[in-house]
Nanobody, 113 residues
Framework: QVQLVESGGGLVQPGGSLRLSCAAS?????AAWYRQAPGQYRELVAR???????DYADSVKGRFTISRTSAKTTAYPQMDNLQSEDTGVYYC??????????WGQGTQVTVSS
């Protein structure tokens, strides 16, 4: 049975940090994080692929870092210097070895003083 569990969201003050986690019951070929702010489209924030190769949205470059375990079963975006515009629901999106993609349940990140 496929399982994908997100954790790590919460309330943080501007300039603070959070580390999200996305744990899968299978090996990830690609792991990505998207976020959706109220009234906005879901947008790609960070992605790690086999290589590994990294992609980041311009708005988070230099502040967010995505990594994964050597077993490729858990992915972590480390989010530093968070700002109010980073507020939203964060979703992990992973691809398995059969190129099937799965979405996590989402975790809320709120940046506010």
């Amino acid at each position: 049975q496929v399982q994908l569990v997100e954790s790590g969201g919460g309330l943080v003050q501007p300039g603070g940090s959070l580390r999200l986690s996305c744990a899968a019951s299978f090996t990830m070929n690609t792991a990505a994080w998207y976020r959706q702010a109220p009234g906005q489209y879901r947008e790609l924030v960070a992605r790690i692929t086999d290589g590994p190769w990294y992609d980041y949205a311009d708005s988070v470059k230099g502040r967010f870092t995505i990594s994964r375990t050597s077993a490729k079963t858990t992915a972590y975006p480390q989010m530093d210097n968070l700002q109010s515009e980073d507020t939203g629901v964060y979703y992990c999106n992973v691809e398995d070895s059969q190129w099937t993609t799965y979405w996590g349940q989402g975790t809320q990140v709120t940046v506010s003083s």
